[in-house]
């Protein structure tokens, strides 16, 4: 026993290292972009017309595409986790759907559907234009309301519903019960929601790329200054400018996160059946997922047109001519990108996630708030500070500076599943080990690993399908040698080969649906195999 490795013996070089690792891929690349900003006169260009009236553009459009967003989510989220309505887990995860592909594909959707030429428009005599303002309001409702869902599920899944029965008992009305009930404790998680959905708007510029035209919001605005212009230090201005609601986002949950700890056990109790009440979160639904299904039919439909608008018959000549210009190779690109990212990310989330939930120090501390601060960076701006700071450096240009960004840019929230998960192990597995003579490395890959492989799993999955199809972090930094099977999405756009964009997306909708449902179904393994350990602790606790 005395001769086991322990982890005691490498966990300051160890430590020493995930320090190192956060300072070089995360601070010192963002102290780099904002050394830039002195280059030129930020006062200039922020007094600039077109830099006004991006912002004014931007803020007009989020705002609104962020109130749509969440009453639609929170709606949604209500039907299916507090009615007794049919098909609501299939639904619920039909409502996810968008977040499979990039928010350039939902523009290029609606583009097909309601363009000039496009079916509904011709079908239904349509008047009007999809491109500037409504079409950025319309595709950003498509891309954050699965996110604006997810967190108003995770919100209710957690609420303690005992407060309600008591107040039915006592006759209190449906109406007193929200004002009185549900409003304050959905005050402080709504703030969160809104200020996540916001922020994803404001930064994302796959929508407005396509369907804004001549309404240009900061995030397409820099995307021109950078990639069309080669101005870094007005990119700079903008990128900075851009961190300002995330970080105000960021600033806020790390705040709220703590006062919403809840100290009693939370009571979740079935909805009472209810058959108009039902039937109507039903319709609403299927209305809902209707909805989000037109634009992801509308590029899948795109991929067999012999020539859109002009000749819709039946084809497959755009998927030879998308194969024939490297689709394939860019394909296996994003796939080893992909991979590499989520098989590093985890373990770097993974063992930044165990130091600092399962020991204690001021450094861990510093680790921990640095390991969650790529939630209050965008892609573009991450990516234009790996630019400023990595240029000119063997490291550049190659596949390994895209999977460091893509680390860098999704770690926050994979690290966040695993440090809730270690947290809520017995914090003792450790020190009985000890006791026994086991090292930390045994107790860790006997016993919290097991422990913890489904989200181990999760990680991994969030890592792989969010690297498939991002296209901000990578758009600064990919080369012809390591594109990225996504960014031809917009190569294609300019080109006007919508039918080859139209079946990338349909790719990197395959290849994530493919990953989500391997895990469901070892998920669901697990499951079953857990079924009679769970009967037998409830036979010995009877």
Not at 211 to 240: K, N
Not at 363 to 372: E, G, N, R, V, W
Not at 496 to 504: I, K, N, Q, R, S
Request: proline share 4%.
């Amino acid at each position: 026993m005395k001769n086991r490795p322990s982890l005691r013996y490498f966990s300051g070089p160890f430590k020493a290292f995930l320090g190192i690792f956060l300072l070089v891929s995360v601070l010192l690349p963002l102290l780099r972009m904002f050394a830039n900003i002195g280059s030129v006169d930020p006062l200039a260009i922020i007094a600039g017309p077109r830099f006004k009236q991006a912002v004014i553009h931007s803020l007009t459009a989020s705002a609104a595409a962020t109130v749509i967003s969440v009453a639609l989510a929170w709606v949604f989220a209500l039907c299916t986790l507090r009615t007794g309505m049919r098909f609501r887990e299939i639904l619920g995860v039909f409502g996810t759907l968008p977040m499979l592909i990039p928010s350039i594909s939902h523009g290029m959707g609606l583009v097909f559907l309601l363009g000039a030429n496009g079916l509904l428009t011709r079908l239904f005599n349509l008047s009007g234009s999809i491109y500037g303002l409504k079409g950025i309001v319309l595709g950003s409702v498509f891309y954050a309301f699965p996110v604006a869902f997810l967190m108003f599920s995770d919100i209710l899944k957690y609420q303690d519903c005992s407060p309600y029965e008591a107040a039915a008992v006592l006759g209190i009305p449906r109406r007193r019960q929200f004002f009185s009930i549900t409003l304050p404790y959905l005050r402080r998680p709504l703030v969160s929601v809104v200020f996540a959905v916001f922020t994803l708007i404001i930064t994302d510029y796959g929508v407005p790329l396509i369907v804004g035209g001549r309404y240009a919001t900061l995030p397409t605005l820099m995307y021109q200054e950078v990639i069309g212009l080669l101005h870094f230090g007005e990119g700079s201005v903008i990128g900075a400018f851009l961190l300002i609601p995330a970080a105000a986002a960021f600033i806020f949950d790390l705040l709220s996160r703590d006062r919403q700890s809840q100290g009693f056990v939370i009571q979740q109790t079935l909805p009472r059946k209810n058959k108009f009440r039902d039937a109507a979160a039903l319709g609403y639904c299927l209305a809902v997922c209707f909805l989000i299904a037109l634009p992801i039919g509308g590029f899948c439909l795109l991929v067999f047109a012999a020539k859109y608008p002009v000749d819709m018959s039946f084809s497959l000549a755009n998927i030879e001519r998308t194969l024939q210009m490297k689709a394939g190779r860019y394909l296996l690109n994003s796939l080893l990108i992909a991979s590499g990212t989520a098989v590093l990310g985890t373990g770097i989330s993974y063992a930044l996630a165990y130091w600092t939930a399962r020991t204690k120090g001021r450094f861990l501390k510093a680790l921990h708030l640095i390991s969650i601060t790529s939630l209050a960076i965008p892609g573009l701006v991450l990516g234009l500070s790996y630019v400023l700071f990595f240029k000119g450096s063997f490291f550049y240009g190659s596949f390994a500076i895209l999977i460091l960004v893509n680390i860098v840019h999704f770690m926050a929230s994979p690290y966040l599943m695993a440090y809730n998960s270690l947290g809520k192990l017995n914090i003792h597995l450790e020190e009985v080990g000890q006791t026994l003579g086991v090292g930390r490395f045994f107790v860790i890959r006997d016993v919290i690993i097991p422990q913890t492989r489904i989200t181990i799993l999760e990680m991994l999955s969030y890592f792989f399908v969010n690297c498939m199809m991002t296209i901000s972090a990578v758009s600064f930094l990919a080369a012809s040698r390591n594109r990225p099977v996504a960014l031809l999405i917009t190569q294609f756009e300019t080109q006007l080969f919508f039918e080859g964009a139209a079946f990338v997306s349909v790719l990197i909708l395959a290849c994530n649906l493919t990953v989500k449902i391997l895990i469901y179904l070892y998920k669901r393994k697990e499951n079953y195999r857990d079924q009679p350990k769970r009967r037998e602790k409830q036979r010995a606790a009877a």
